[in-house]
């Protein structure tokens, strides 16, 4: 029922959108429909789809009156955007802007004099975003606003009459309301005329009240001439003042003047100072009246202001301006106090000379260029700052923190995982004014007394131990390789490459010594090959690679829909970018800079560059001169910054400590410096304080050298046929033997000549071969393309082939002797297992398989005194494309024998033990004389059984 009723739902409604939809496809067509339209057709299409009717009814009544508006052009609809993104794009237009800006010839005059080309004669962009209309043609007016011929006024009675009324003034200058007298309008102020109105209302209408408001405005005429754009005669309304005539003119030009723009009215001058509009002065409230010209004079005396104030730029001034005044144009310095002001002036002769300023009530002459100079030549006395990872970075009174304790506190008042071997503190030479990096244990620095002291301007760098990872990170070290930066964005990386480039790579190739660097000619086999196994030809040498970006062979696993995995790997990827964004406007929301991004960084997984490195490039080129390459039996070996002398038991604490179970401990030490003298090797084992006495500085290279661990790193698997199957932790150099006496033994029914034992690295090492036979085949293929005979089924068939066999997965497996019994006589043959080994001891089986070119393939009857021609008879005998030279038997162990034409030629009887596989091949010999492309599937489908048989036999 429910269904039917929705059924009926959707029959309606789609009847309803038809009904919709005829009108205009009715319009459609009617022939010149495009060019008009029934206007009740559309409104009545418009009521049914939605459209409200009643906003579009209530229009203005007196615009619609007016003869002089012009309707606005419809603007396109753009994409909502951010304030960021709108703000991006104002950046770059102000950037092509400065690019294409080309100076005036006032601007080039105190560019030369004052040397700052980024002064800007000030105002000119006052009608810049001017959209040129004539201005507002209706609104509230003051009670000072002059009536003109042609102002409509509104005029509303209420009480014993109720009455409203438009009433526009005559050409003789006369209202005229209603049974009102007329009143004098024209020339006379809108009070005046309310005034008349309500003494004319209370004489002739008793019990009623006035009230009157404009409507429509009159239209005016305006000249606007001199340096303006467009100079012409602009029709405006009464309102419009002369911003608004200016604007109709396309604006000022940079060789007109702001301040003295005149309004010719009758034989009188009005002069209006447009800085007032710019927040200086009080803003020009003359409205134009019909026939009034508007003339922009040149521009007058100027001065340029630059240096230290809020607003840099070239002012016009009036005669008699003091220094005061025009640095109020600028905005006033931008230090209150301290501030030197140097006066370039030309003099009567035409020669620039400098003045000292006594006073700021000084008068200024046109054309003087006014330079501030605030505060000192750069730096600050009596600050220091702290920065890096700290939870109140920013700067302090060096009263308050003349020392690094006093600076910092105690350790416990650091923040966790703080890196303690090494801050860095950066402070002036005070004879060179030069950069110092001077290095502090803060160890040492917050234990001692007295502690490092502090001098004025010093910046003291504290760092986390992200930071130090970022030292012993792949970015870095391939930079140091000289590799270019795999990370974007990273100013850090491009400083150490520019280093790297200048042949100072020694100074930091202490992040390269624990690594494994793999010969520039090899190159990766991954790239090196096609996806069907075949090799790509070369395009250039490789470039140089870390061990830990070798190639790893490839697991073959099951299928993966890769675009479903891209896209959620892209979806992750733009909720963290979102998450960030998030995170990044809260911070910034709230005032704060480096402190926020610090934050926002730490709590990254996936940091690349840290921040205090971004801030200071010339940090990350410091720390790694002062590692010391840390190796061996440690948690975390790599560099790691220090600051004068540590101990060995302090460089272990700072790679997170020794491994556990580290025994037979020695300490090889290698000095940087040629005076330390060859390498010591140190036994410490014995003496737990030798760790202690050892001390090592920036550049020396330590190994924590301990015993080999007893154990593999992996286990081993043991299934099937033994007492106590499980995964097995083995020891170094443990036996097949000595695993399954440990496993209890195998069970009665286990039969050891057909245990399957594979091991990864053979596995990889069968991969690779039937890469090589694919590669192989490919040549062979391309040969026997070449042939006339050859068809392109027959190319495409073999293609087939090798894309089937490069997909093959080898089972690793290995052949081994693992029944206890020979292995007690022959311990030579005992196996010695590595990790990742798997050992699967089969039951015995009672079945023989017979597998290629026979009638019935499949599996047979075991019997213990069968020979090989009775099991071929059972299969129904061979077929006549078999290869009789060339069949074998797959043995239970893995191996496999040829069968000559005599018999059992190798083991000199006729019997097969169980579980053992013979194959039958096909002769492919006449194959030259068939069509290759009709038996190519045959043999494709041969080969993939028999690889098949043997893979399922590997697993069992």
């Known amino acids: 029922m429910v269904t039917k009723v929705r059924r009926g739902t959707a029959l309606l409604t789609a009847v309803s959108v038809v009904a919709q939809a005829l009108p205009i496809a009715a319009l459609l067509a009617t022939p010149g429909a495009a060019q008009t339209i029934d206007p009740s057709v559309l409104s009545r299409v418009q009521g049914q789809l939605g459209g409200n009717s009643s906003a579009n009814a209530s229009v203005d009544r007196s615009r619609e009156a007016s003869d002089y508006r012009t309707a606005a052009p419809s603007l396109p609809t753009s994409p909502i955007d951010t304030r960021e993104e ?47 209309s004539p201005g507002p043609l209706t609104g509230a007016v003051s009670d000072d ?59 002739t209408l008793l019990g009623t009240d006035v009230f009157v408001s404009l409507g429509s405005v009159r239209a005016v005429t305006v000249f606007v001439g001199g340096e303006v754009d467009r100079p012409g005669q602009y029709n405006l309304t009464a309102l419009a003042d002369v911003s608004a005539a200016l604007a109709q003119a396309g604006g000022v030009r940079r060789s007109g003047s702001l301040r003295n723009v005149r309004i010719v009215r009758g034989g009188s001058s009005i002069s209006v100072d447009l800085y007032g509009l710019l927040g200086i002065g009080s803003p020009p409230s003359v409205r134009l009246r019909d026939g009034d010209r508007v003339i922009v004079p040149v521009i007058g005396d100027t001065v340029a202001v630059s240096g230290a104030v809020a ?138 007394r007295p502690s490092v002291s502090l001098r004025s301007d010093d910046r003291l760098y504290v760092f986390s131990r992200s930071d130090i990872e970022f030292i012993n990170s792949a970015p870095v070290r391939r930079v140091v390789l000289g590799q270019p930066p795999i990370l974007r964005d990273c100013t850090v990386l491009d400083r150490l490459e520019t280093l790297v480039a200048e042949g100072q790579s020694a100074r930091f190739n202490v992040v390269t010594r624990g690594t494994f660097v793999v010969d520039p000619a090899t190159r990766d086999r991954n790239q090196d090959r096609n996806p069907d196994g075949t090799l790509r030809q070369p395009d250039g040498q490789a470039q140089p690679r870390l061990a830990s970006e070798q190639y790893q062979p490839p697991v073959t696993e099951r299928p993966v829909d890769q675009a479903r995995l891209d896209a959620e790997a892209a979806e992750a990827e733009q909720r963290r970018r979102d998450t960030e964004l998030a995170s990044n406007r809260l911070a910034f929301s709230r005032g704060e800079n480096f402190e926020a991004r610090q934050r926002v960084r730490d709590a990254r997984e996936d940091a690349t560059c840290p921040i205090v490195f971004e801030e200071e490039p010339d940090l990350l080129p410091v720390l790694i001169e002062h590692a010391i390459a840390v190796g061996g039996a440690v948690r975390r070996p790599g560099a790691y910054p220090v600051a004068g002398t540590v101990s060995a038991s302090d460089v272990a604490g700072v790679a997170e400590g020794l491994l556990t179970n580290s025994s037979g401990l020695t300490l090889d030490v290698n000095r940087a410096s040629a005076a330390g003298g060859p390498s010591t090797r ?44 499980g995964l097995y932790a083995i020891r170094r150099g443990e036996t097949l033997s000595q695993l399954i006496e440990r496993a209890g033994g195998m069970s009665p029914y286990a039969y050891p000549y057909g245990t399957v034992f594979t091991r990864r690295s053979v596995k990889e090492l069968q991969q690779e071969g039937l890469r090589r036979t694919s590669r192989e085949l490919t040549t062979a293929l391309l040969a026997v393309s070449s042939r006339k005979e050859t068809t392109g089924d027959a190319v495409i068939a073999g293609q087939r082939l090798i894309a089937q066999l490069a997909t093959v997965e080898s089972p690793g497996r290995v052949v081994v002797e693992a029944d206890p019994r020979v292995l007690a006589r022959r311990p030579d043959l005992d196996t010695v297992l590595e990790s990742g080994d798997a050992i699967v001891v089969p039951k015995r089986p009672s079945f023989v398989l ?36 060339r069949i074998f038997v797959v043995l239970p162990d893995g191996t496999a024998t040829p069968i000559a034409s005599g018999g059992w030629s190798r083991t000199g009887g006729t019997v097969i033990p169980p579980g053992s596989t013979i194959i039958i091949p096909k002769d492919i010999d006449p194959l030259y004389k068939l069509d290759l492309a009709r038996d190519i599937t045959g043999i494709v489908a041969s080969l993939l059984t028999s690889v098949a048989t043997l893979a399922i036999l590997a697993t069992r």
């Open 145 to 203: 606003y002059i009536i003109g011929v042609g102002d409509d006024v509104v005029v509303q009675l209420q009480g014993a009459t109720n009455d409203s009324q438009t009433a526009r003034v005559g050409r003789d200058g006369r209202l005229i309301v209603g049974q009102l007298p007329p009143v004098p309008a024209a020339g006379r102020s809108i009070a005046a005329v309310k005034r008349d109105l309500q003494a004319a209302v209370r004489r």
């Open 850 to 885: 017979a597998l290629g070119d026979v009638a019935n393939p499949g599996a047979l009857q075991f019997a213990a005194d069968k020979p090989l021609v009775s099991y071929l008879r059972e299969t129904g005998g061979l077929q006549s494309t078999a290869d009789r030279r």
């Open 311 to 448: 607003r840099p730029g070239i002012y016009e001034i009036r005669p008699g301006a003091s220094l005061a005044t025009v640095l109020g144009f600028a905005g006033g310095a931008l230090r209150p106090r301290g501030n030197a002001i140097a006066v370039s002036r030309i003099g009567i002769d035409g020669r620039e000379q400098y003045l000292r300023v006594p006073t700021l009530s000084t008068t200024v002459v046109a054309g003087d260029g006014i330079a501030v100079t605030g505060g000192s030549a750069g730096g600050a006395v009596g600050r220091v700052q702290l920065r890096g990872y700290v939870s109140n970075p920013g700067a302090r009174a060096i009263g308050a923190a003349p020392t690094v304790h006093d600076l910092l506190g105690d350790v416990a008042d650091l923040r966790p995982d703080t890196y303690l071997p090494m801050a860095v503190l950066i402070r002036r030479d005070p004879m060179t004014a030069a950069r110092v990096f001077e290095p502090i244990n803060l160890a040492t620095a917050l234990a001692d």
């Open 682 to 725: 140190v036994p410490v084992s014995a003496d737990p304080m030798a760790m202690a006495a050892i001390t090592v500085s920036a550049g020396d290279d330590i190994r924590f050298n301990a015993a080999q661990a007893q154990f593999e790193p992996g286990g081993v698997q043991l299934t099937g046929e033994v007492n106590r199957p």
């Open 86 to 132: 709108q703000e991006l794009r104002r950046a770059r237009a102000r950037a092509n802007l400065t690019r294409y800006y080309t100076p005036s010839p006032v601007e080039r005059e105190f560019h030369d004099r004052l040397g700052d080309p980024t002064l800007r004669q000030f105002g000119y962009d006052l009608f810049a975003n001017a959209t040129g």
